[in-house]
């Protein structure tokens, strides 16, 4: 029989394996103590609120909520698929007047899960919704809520139609405010492909390119709804003014076809911020829009970078 040898309450064999104490013991040995018998209430209703507490604090807030609230969203889209289930990264506030000390944080969640029971989704009616209610829940007279999320889409490569999908990220910002129509903002990002055409003019053989990043965010007409698909159609403005989309497939004949068509738009990172805000100029139910692009150079270590800011209404 083998010596069994006793050290800090657990037993070992000499051929190093082990007895295990039970989990409460384990957990004990690594500092776990016994619950203390406290004093303080334990039922809602007898616990103070100091969130609620009622004074002059000073200053209102413009916002106060929670951020980098990561919860499933439906995205709809008019390209396949149709419905997807992504996830949102959400930013959720309301207002606080002067009297009040705080709000009740939880809320915010809470209307959050009340919305995915319902069948959250990124439609702008949904976002409005959702975001009306947590202002009326914390009796405020003002909410904003702040969505960023991915957009999968199909693409499909152009000669071989061989498809796969691509995604970009879409934003949704909503200010509600009691008495006023909600003010509506939405982005995008794209990739999109640039060619030099400095490189194309004065080379022999060809022309560098590169992956080009365009931020599109657009607010609409104050009282105006969005379009149904505004997702498609900032992703076709970036794309249609590119030197050319990108593609998840790829083969030898699709290839050749990307490459000349680049080939036959060359863009500088003025030319597409221009382009772009020319057609969300002529879109009606843009009001305000911001451009950004910045091209990762092949030929340089740094970028290449522009922007238009321009509201329609001034």
Same mark, same amino acid.
């Given at each position: ?105 939880? !809320?915010?969640? =809470?209307?959050?899960?009340?919305? *995915? ?8 009616? @949904?976002? &409005?919704? %959702? ?120 083969? !030898?004949?699709? =290839?050749?076809?990307?490459?000349? *068509? ?8 003025? @030319?597409? &911020?221009? %382009? ?39």
């Amino acid at each position: 029989m083998q010596k069994v040898q006793q050290n800090n309450r657990i037993s070992r064999v000499v051929n190093d394996s082990f007895i295990m104490p039970d989990k409460a013991e384990r957990l004990r040995l690594f500092g776990s103590v016994d619950p203390i018998q406290g004093d303080k209430p334990v039922r809602k209703e007898d616990m103070q609120d100091l969130q609620n507490s009622k004074n002059d604090f000073l200053f209102e807030l413009q916002q106060v909520g929670i951020d980098q609230v990561k919860y499933p969203l439906d995205v709809i889209s008019a390209k396949d698929p149709v419905r997807l289930s992504s996830i949102g990264t959400f930013r959720l506030t309301t207002s606080l007047d002067r009297e009040s000390k705080g709000i009740n944080m939880s !809320r915010l969640m =809470e209307q959050l899960q009340h919305s *995915r029971g319902e069948g959250l989704s990124d439609r702008i009616p @949904d976002l &409005v919704a %959702l975001t009306q209610r947590m202002a009326e829940q914390m009796n405020q007279a003002k909410a904003e809520l702040k969505v960023t999320y991915p957009w999968f889409y199909e693409r499909t490569a152009p000669v071989t139609d061989l498809s796969g999908l691509n995604h970009s990220l879409a934003t949704v910002h909503v200010i509600w405010e009691a008495g006023k129509s909600p003010v509506l903002r939405t982005g995008l990002h794209i990739q999109v492909t640039t060619l030099c055409p400095c490189s194309k003019e004065i080379s022999e053989y060809s022309a560098h390119n590169q992956r080009g990043l365009l931020r599109i965010q657009v607010q609409a007409n104050p009282g105006d709804a969005l379009p149904g698909y505004w997702k498609e159609e900032l992703l076709n403005v970036a794309e249609s003014n590119a030197s050319s989309c990108l593609y998840p497939i790829l083969k !030898r004949p699709d =290839e050749k076809r990307v490459t000349e *068509r680049a080939y036959e738009n060359p863009r500088f990172v003025e @030319d597409i &911020v221009r %382009l772009v805000a020319a057609d969300l100029y002529e879109k009606h139910w843009v009001n305000k829009f911001k451009v950004d692009c910045k091209n990762e150079e092949s030929i340089h270590q740094h970028d290449a970078v522009a922007r238009i800011v321009y509201d329609k209404s001034r």
